[in-house]
């Protein structure tokens, strides 16, 4: 650089140079700065909105500071970096996260702290209050569930380990989308985040990558090997534009970016379609590449098979690649460092084709032997599976696949041709296993491309989600993977979250109130969550049991403040008894293996117990001796196809209609569904939570992430031994946790029983769909959710309701024995399982992945 750039340039330049904010005054200038000139606004006409936009730009400036000096900072060191490729980033807000991990200088000089009391105090003095100005910011909601939520936490504890990280993702102009409640059905509405624009974003439009599609191969040498350096002839092309993310971590002035592609259309013009008069045509072809990144595919846990979503899978990788190629390149380094220099971890199998894509690009362009290239691929990918179940599984037909990718398929079939001959080398003869590890299944009416086996030879590891999960992987979808490889290419990483949003941004109370307990105001802890166990000695004493339940208290105010808004200002909790009611909550996506149908029928048992024994004389005392106060609360999205959990969610709302509005149970039980769970939603119901239920068959959540963030915040869990619910049962301690049902290994067998036996119901859970079947929640269509108590009775019950409602219930009972009748036992073991929760921070699955799977190292600002 100081030989292109003239000394006299450098120093105009260097006396210009931006400077952080750094107290009020610096915040105002900049703020009045950005609503005046970027917004073209003045004082008179700032709203909140306004002021949003303003606030959150003059954040941004400091963090791109941060991000410069972070980049430039690893540039020159070099070091080995990571590549997070995930096709969902579920982020939520930016602003109140950025205000909390960026710091500012402390207004005596004496260390940093945290910029969100300066901003707050800043706003204030311009007239605005800093809660109205953060209600204003849409949830980047890019993410269906869990697991793009994962990849969220993910970044912000790379950022903060200083892992020289980045992550890769779409930039969909339409987010998962709204859910409104409709006479108690969910009707999908379209979430047009960017309606204003968003202030976080950074639009790159200088870097721009031509993605191909369709077309023919053309092998130039005449070879007519596959293997031999081939040309792709593409027949359609789109640009794939930049759309940078600053992501700054806690406590450090580490900066790292989230890259998300923008698919438009190419300048290129087509000039035979024009000059044949079709003119309108070959516009619309163009226009159509912005469909590419247009939406987020809405299934969680479910392959659909669609041709656009093939294609913004390949459109992803093949831009990442190349950004990651270009950069590994301006190291002047060889090809076999490569490596050595980047690291590429697949967020489940969406992001398979970078690995064929890498393939492509070192043989057809890059000219290396195939063996080379493959050799250095592996070494490179590493697969995060995320899920056993069968319908989600990625597998696309080959004619699809082979008529958008031409290329890519030829590679994939050579690829698995060398894979079958290692196999058959190792288990000469055995045509069954040849068969079953193929990547290419040869099935009817097509074969199909298996990506996760695609996956798992084109990476060096693979690794589950929780232990049980790991273990599963092992044991079915992959176990003949384990017979070829050997055990140790498989490993575990159990998820976590980050505690920075789930804590202290969630719940800023209860964060504070850790801090003073545990002797750390600065709260050093979130960075490393071991100090929690410190908690343990305060799980006794009395008067550290009030300020915490007090805590929960004024969550559980706030949540009833948001039921209250749905309910068009009318309160649904009493509020003179919300301490002494226990908030029961599960929120999820909505899914048949996830079994809100368990829940809410056990909730329509809890009613007809309650009608019965007034009916047979009790007093509502006496009554709520043995079923005290509740409310029942859900929330989640079901995928817009999926019948039967829209049927459930419709289900919970004609409960809720009926209960609710029963005056003779006087307020004992409420049922609430609370629409559009997101992630914000999520930061003011999980601080809110007495019990939360996490109760899916055993054996078919991989990990599940909230279940971490509800015991972080002091709530108890019933749940059934499935994903990470063991872990947290080991880390907590049994005794602080409802486990209850079927266990894994018996599911095969349970099942098996279901179809040859007639189904035993066990009496409670017949009288509940008996109830159900009478019409009594559907009085005008008596029979609408018989699919759902046919699926219990006739059709297997493949999710094993019946097995485990009677252990359900009786579960739910000890519940409401210790939580009203030994209430000091309850928050004790509130605390216990906070102070024991630290291994559930996404800092330690950072250290796992950077250690085991990723052999980086953190590059750390200079004190
Ligand atoms: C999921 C799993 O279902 C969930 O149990 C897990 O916690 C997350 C993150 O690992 O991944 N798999 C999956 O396909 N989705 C998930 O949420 N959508």
Redesign the pocket.
Known sequence: IDNIIPLHCRKVWSKHQVKKFEDNEGFQQRFIGHVETTLARSLYNCDDLAAYEATSLSVRDNLIINWNATQQRITARDPKRVYYLSLEFLMGRALDNALINMEVEKPDGKGMESSRALVSKSLDDLGFRLEDVLEKEPDAALG????GR?AACFVDSMATQNIPAWGYGLRYEYGIFAQKIIDGYQVETPDYWLNFGDPWEIERNEIHVPVTFYGYVDRPSGDTSTLAPSEWIGGERVLAVAYDFPVPGYKTSTVNNLRLWKAKPTTEFDFAKFNSGDYKNSVDQQQRAESITAVLYPN??FNQGKELRLKQQYFWCAASLHDIIRRFKKSHKPWSEFPEQVAIQLN?THPTLAVVELQRILVDMEKLDWHAAWDIVVKTFSYTN??VMQE?LEKWPVGLFGKLLPRHLEIIYDVNWFFLKEVEKKFPKDLGLLGRVSIIEEASPERQIRMAFLAIVGSHKVNG?AELHSELIKTTIFQDFVKVYGEKKFTNVT?GITPRRWLKQANPKLAELIGQAIDDPDENYLLDMSRLTELAKKADDPDFQEKWDKVKAANKVQLADLIRDINNGVDIIDREHINNTLFDIQVKRIHEYKRQQMNIFGVIYRYLAIKRLLKEGASIKEVAKKYPRKASIFGGKSAPGYYMAKLIIKLINSVAEVVNNDKEIQDLLKVVFIPDYNVSKAEIIIPASDLSEHISTAGT?????SNMKFVMNGGLIIGTVD?ANVEITREIGEDNIFLFGNLSENVEELRYNHQFHEAEMPTELDVVLKCIESGKFCPDNASEFRPLTDSIKQHGDYYLVSDDFESYLATQELVDEVYHGQRQEWIKKSILSVANVGFFSSDRCIEEYSETIWNVEPVKPEE
């Open positions: 269906n569930g869990g697991l994962l969680d846990n489940d995320h899920t989600a989600v998820n959540e991989a990990s599940g992430t994903g």
